[in-house]
């Protein structure tokens, strides 16, 4: 278990450190810090108020993962869990 945890670990930072290697390629005007490495999101701005409703709580979006507010890879969108736990209890 312990080689597992190491080597997803591993991988966490290998992304992290791609992601930080793709943006500071680009010239410093088109550094967006967001974007996908290798089909992962990443994100690296500062979170804001609305960034985290839009990722957290979002019924327009129907899709249960979305991007990190801040960081590399998935979050929850709750209102998705909420409607999702509604449905199966009818």
Not at 65 to 72: E, K, N, R, Y
């Amino acid at each position: 278990m312990k080689r597992l945890i190491g080597l997803i670990r591993f991988a966490a930072i290998a992304l992290v450190m791609a992601a930080v290697i793709q943006q500071l390629q680009r010239p410093a005007r088109e550094r967006t810090w967001t974007g996908h490495i290798l089909g992962v999101p990443y994100d690296f701005r500062p979170p804001t108020l609305q960034r985290v409703e839009q990722r957290w709580w979002n019924p327009d979006n129907p899709h249960l993962l979305t991007p990190h507010v801040f960081g590399i890879g998935w979050g929850v969108n709750l209102y998705q869990v909420k409607h999702y736990l509604e449905e199966m209890l009818r």
